[in-house]
């Protein structure tokens, strides 16, 4: 006989026997009623629910870590790290056909710009040529008026 095999066996005499012993004896139901077998606080009721659920099981049934693949910690990273997809998106933008005219985009930078003065933009005067209302010959009329004949 095979050392699982006799295992099996051995529970299942086990389980009888608890069942036996335990027939006389006020027992609660803890699988139909589980929330009677909690307390009343309420912190830590999934911990006590979870443990009242392992305790009908039998060992080989529960989680462990014997039975279970061993995955690799490169093919782990390599999952949970986000792809690059600089290459595609740059090729998707340059490639693109529709192409806004410049009166459009300086409008939405303009209107994106902040509220803080640092964030606006120094406006460029363009130099007006001052025009003076009187000619050179007025100027030299004055002169000769005011010094005199020189």
Sequence with gaps: MSASLLRKGL????????????????????????????????????????????QGQPQNQRASAKNRVIKSAV???????AEDHLAENLTYMLG?????????????????CGRKARDQRVKKEKKVQE???????DFKKFQKEYFGTS
């Design 96 to 112: 693109s056909q529709a192409v806004t005219n410049k009166v459009s985009c300086s409008k939405i930078l303009s209107q994106h």
């Design 75 to 81: 093919e782990e990273y390599k999952k949970r790290t």
């Design 11 to 54: 529970e299942l005499l086990a389980s009888d026997s608890i069942d036996d012993n335990l027939s006389g004896l006020k027992r609660r139901a803890a699988g139909n009623n589980q929330q009677a077998a909690l307390s009343s606080h309420k912190t830590g009721m999934k911990k006590q629910l979870k443990r009242l659920k392992r």
């Design 131 to 137: 025009v003076s209302l009187f000619t050179d010959q």
